[in-house]
């Protein structure tokens, strides 16, 4: 999988993906702070978000973590971590 956003993402994936960074800014943001903000989730991501179907797979999360659709993160070296989520933000469970 290319690790350069351009050549991952079609269109829809490029614009999910900025609206993705956003909310990790503020995640940032609030755990800087301790203020919470009510940061909205974020968009999914679909099959079609993506310039191939073989980037969708989490067979493919070599450039960070993935997250599919059963709420488990897979990371580098297919190691999966579950995910909970709570309050609107997304936090490892």
């Given at each position: 999988m290319p690790c350069v956003s351009a050549l991952r993402y079609k269109e829809s994936g490029l614009r999910k993906r900025a609206r993705w960074e956003q909310?990790?800014?503020l995640q940032r943001s609030e755990d800087r702070t301790g203020e919470a903000l009510g940061i909205p989730l974020p968009p999914k991501f679909s099959a079609q978000d993506f310039r191939s179907a073989a980037y969708w797979s989490p067979e493919?999360?070599?450039?960070g973590s993935l997250m599919d659709s059963a709420g488990t993160t897979w990371l580098p070296g297919g190691h999966a971590e579950p995910v909970k989520e709570a309050t609107g933000r997304l936090e490892r469970g």
């Open positions: 909310v990790w800014e493919a999360a070599c450039c």
